[in-house]
């Protein structure tokens, strides 16, 4: 397991996810300086997720076939260089083209690094993959502190520094990734060795399908926890807007460290066992939060949540490169797509049934929601081809 480059590939994604978690922080500058109404702003939000996450596969699907290694450092460039021409423009259209180019360069980032990321970690790839998806927790967090930052200094042209920041990077990772690749030359010709005295890789469609519709699921409950829980704490449970805002910022920071602490527990126990035991966790929890009506317990309850929740994270995507061995840069391309895009998709349906019927039962709905994910992770088992991880 090389663990300099994996923390060099967590520090890469980190500064490749400081442009997506910078933009709803710089939004409302935006909106403020060009009189931009609700529906603009949820325009540009949008751009930023929908193509990115759905273009990951082209990009996985293309990995897999070729060393395409400058994907990585190039996909760093684009995202920052695009999100710092949002301090340059002013026309709409142009802003939000800018924003899908961010979106599609951070989207060209992932699954290169993670099939790089997967060889690495040797025989621990729930640690390697943890390790990786820290550096996207920390920079969805420090991309909002920086553009808030640089924009109260310097107004809307004090992003470009992010742009002279990715166009720095990029160019480091292009000289250091081709090194990289070396070494993770090294560990894939005794992986494939290993595997060929074991028998042939293969890759196990049906059982990537069933997981697939877990990512799904879980994706919804995620988002819907991010967009509705603090109103939840505000409106329902009484809290102050501060208290019921820092929920989101205690869940993300409790979420680094159970990121990790469950990628090194699958790579014990087994992957299908911890997402099971993730999913299955995640029921009663957010049946405490809903019916429990005490914001003190939601306080309690956060850690728990976040173990249900982030815990998983490394063991869907080893899964996913598991399931299809063949297809590692294909597969990592879907369950980091997913993850993400397909709540965003479905949050403003849930948004019009908290509209049409109350906040409170669209939290008992997410309740149903999580309950058909852990029912779906049942179907799971641990991957079934000769080079994969523990079972």
């Keep these: 397991m090389n663990k300099k480059a994996l923390y060099l590939l967590a520090f890469a994604h980190l500064c490749n996810d400081l442009g997506p978690g910078a933009l709803p922080a710089a939004l409302p500058f935006l ?13 540009l939000m949008f751009a930023s997720s929908f193509l990115s996450s759905f273009i990951q596969p082209i990009f996985g699907y293309i990995a897999d076939r070729t060393e395409k290694g400058f994907l990585i450092g190039g996909g760093v460039m684009v995202s920052l260089a695009a999100f710092s021409l949002l301090g340059q423009l002013s026309d709409y259209s142009l802003l939000f083209a800018a924003i899908t180019a961010m979106g599609i360069g951070s989207a060209a980032f992932h699954p290169e690094a993670v099939r790089l990321v997967n060889v690495l970690s040797a025989s621990h790839p729930g640690t390697g993959v943890s390790i990786f998806s820290v550096g996207g927790n920390a920079g969805f967090g420090i991309g909002p502190l920086l553009a808030v930052f640089f924009i109260s200094l310097w107004g809307l042209s004090g992003l470009k520094f992010f742009g002279l920041f990715g166009l720095i990077l990029g160019a480091c990772l292009l000289l250091i990734v081709p090194k990289l690749k070396k070494s993770a030359q090294k560990i894939l010709v005794k992986k494939q060795e290993a595997a060929g005295k074991r028998g042939a890789l293969t ?9 697939t519709a877990v990512i799904m699921l879980r994706s919804v409950v995620l988002c819907g926890l991010s967009g509705f829980l603090p109103l939840f704490c505000i409106r329902e449970l009484g809290a102050t807007t501060a208290a019921g805002s820092s929920t989101l910022s205690a869940f993300a920071v409790i979420g680094i460290f159970t990121t990790l602490v469950g990628g090194r527990l699958a790579d014990k126990i087994g992957y299908a066992r911890v997402l099971r035991y993730g999913c299955l966790a995640l029921v009663p929890i957010l049946v405490a939060i809903v019916w429990g009506h005490e914001l003190l317990l939601v306080y309690t309850l956060l850690l728990p949540l976040s ?5 998983v994270y490394s063991s869907f995507v080893v899964l996913g490169q598991s399931y299809l061995a063949k297809s590692i840069g294909f597969a990592s391309g879907i369950t980091m797509g997913l993850a993400f895009s397909v709540g965003g998709i479905v949050l403003p ?43």
């Design 31 to 43: 909106a403020a300086a060009y009189d931009f109404a609700y529906t603009d702003v949820a325009g």
């Design 203 to 211: 890759n196990d469609w049906p059982s990537f399908w069933r997981l």
């Design 307 to 311: 173990c249900a929740v982030h815990g």
């Design 349 to 391: 349906a849930i948004g019009w049934f908290a509209d049409q019927y109350s906040l409170m039962n669209a939290m008992k709905l997410m309740v149903l929601i999580a309950a058909a994910c852990a029912a779906a992770s049942l179907l799971l088992r641990e991957p079934a081809n000769p080079d994969s991880p523990a079972k």
